[in-house]
């Protein structure tokens, strides 16, 4: 194609235009010239594949001459030149030769390949051939490998030749396109939870970089199992709505009906034509709410007439739902003690679940006291959990203080009685079972006696009198009576 001359023979005047005449030839024979003539300013020649041409344009009128183009070169190429993908990375392109292998002129061949849209770099392959011929006579075919190129790329390979001893200098002669295959992806980025709760969380991520997506990413699997609980491997996908490449948007993937409080490996892959890709991993801890469960086999024990041991075991690990920092004792006492009491003991330990039994005393009671433990409480930051079924425990028994009142009556020469009462309810300190009185006299008969004065009542406490009568004792003469309450101490 070319462009006329402009304004010197206008169409008005000339209306039948100028002619044009095309004359070429090959370099291989530069005595065959081919002329070929058109009014238009195009013109198709049928030409040899595989040749180097020169051609000018002349312009006439009236059958004088005009003038004439400066002389071009160009080179056709063939239709054997193909491009063959042969995996995601490499792509081999076959050509057949110039007409210029037995002719003892060293040609030059130079393909140039880029990326269309990622890998746009120009890159050369260079190489001389001289003198190649098959055994028939005719031009060797030749193939090149193009390695080291990106997954999944259209590629533009153009084809141009350099024969410097005929003048030629990097002529086109052929262009193809082709594909690379799709490879596995890599791994998703910028994996961030977010919108955490006790039993659901959500991860927003970004594709892989443009050039390692290395094929149309169709979808993401995304893969999650629980580290403590749930432990089980569970696998969801999430879709990609977009068909652009390489692709761009973000994506999030949203998990419910999980434990609480439990750590969660959650794995990534994005999905392309050539399968799954590599994982992008996080971990994201669900939060932490009430325990769901009471302590189990609550016990109690009286270590002394003033202490309780309390005792349990752990609930189940999935029920605790968060680090126990804490648990409750509420106890109430009958018949002293009578005030409902709540001590808290702090759980030192950063176990997570807790597991085993963990005990509390609790101090400072009253002694032969019947205590109702209602209930046992477990706590972690969130809250308190259900209380653990009553159970009852009685402190053990201690020495009772004195008895009330103690007044002498019926008193004769050789005999009297006391009478007396049992210590204040509070002070007894466990069932009292009898008294042991001991008396001496001062100035005569000062042996040191005893004697037990029974209880028949197994009150507690003990509220009735008790009286004790002693006799065969000597005339006019001071006795010292000692009386002490005995119980189970």
């Not at 003048?167 to 799709?182: C, P, R, S, W």
């Not at 409080?261 to 801890?285: K, L, M």
Request: proline share 4%; hydrophobic share 35%; net charge negative.
């Amino acid at each position: 194609t070319w462009t006329a001359p402009v304004g010197i023979y206008p169409t008005e005047v000339f209306p039948a235009g100028l002619q044009y005449q095309v004359t070429y030839r090959t370099l291989q024979n530069l005595s065959d010239v081919q002329t070929q003539t058109t009014n238009e300013t195009i013109l198709q020649i049928n030409l040899s594949q595989n040749d180097v041409y020169i051609y000018s344009i002349a312009a006439s009128i009236f059958n004088s001459n005009f003038g004439q183009t400066a002389v071009s070169t160009f080179a056709t190429g063939t239709e054997d030149t193909t491009a063959t993908t042969i995996n995601s990375t490499a792509i081999t392109v076959s050509f057949r030769q110039l007409q210029y292998c037995s002719a003892d002129v060293t040609v030059q061949y130079d393909l140039a390949y880029a990326g269309v849209e990622l890998d746009t770099t120009v890159r050369n392959v260079v190489f001389n051939i001289t003198n190649q011929t098959t055994s028939g006579g005719s031009c060797e075919p030749q193939s090149v490998d193009l390695t080291g190129l990106e997954e999944y790329v259209n590629y533009m390979i153009s084809l141009s030749v350099t024969i410097t001893e005929l003048g030629v200098n990097d002529l086109l002669i052929a262009e193809v396109m082709n594909e690379t295959f799709q490879a596995v992806s890599a791994a998703p980025q910028n994996l961030t939870s977010e919108n955490i709760t006790s039993t659901s969380f959500c991860v927003t991520f970004i594709p892989p970089t443009n050039n390692t997506q290395n094929g149309q990413i169709t979808s993401y699997t995304v893969t999650y199992q629980g580290e403590l609980f749930n432990t089980t491997e569970y696998n969801t996908n999430v879709s990609v709505s977009s068909v652009v490449y390489p692709l761009t948007e973000s994506s999030i993937v949203c998990l419910s009906d999980l434990e609480e409080y439990n750590n969660y490996d959650v794995s990534i892959r994005a999905n392309n034509g050539a399968g799954e890709g590599d994982a992008a991993t996080i971990t994201v801890q669900t939060l932490e709410t009430a325990p769901v469960a009471a302590p189990q086999n609550v016990n109690a024990t009286s270590n002394t007439a003033t202490t309780i041991t309390v005792c349990f075991e752990f609930p189940e690990g999935s029920t605790q739902n968060g680090q126990l920092t804490s648990f409750n004792v509420t106890l109430v006492g009958t018949p002293f003690d009578t005030e409902s009491q709540t001590i808290s003991f702090n759980i030192t330990s950063i176990e997570y679940p807790m597991n085993g039994s963990l005990c509390g005393d609790v101090t400072n009671l009253e002694e032969f006291n019947d205590y109702n433990i209602t209930p046992v409480i477990l706590i972690n930051a969130a809250g308190s959990g259900p209380s653990s079924t009553p159970i009852e425990v009685r402190t053990q028994q201690a020495l009772s203080t004195e008895p009330l009142n103690l007044n002498a009556n019926n008193v004769t020469a050789t005999s009297f009685c006391v009478t007396f009462n049992p210590p204040t309810n509070i002070t007894q300190n466990g069932q009292i079972t009898s008294y042991t009185v001991t008396y001496q006299g001062e100035l005569f008969n000062t042996t040191e006696y005893n004697t037990n004065v029974s209880v028949s009542s197994v009150v507690y406490p003990l509220t009735e009198s008790s009286i004790v009568c002693l006799s065969d004792l000597e005339e006019y003469n001071n006795y010292d009576v000692s009386i002490r309450a005995n119980n189970g101490a």
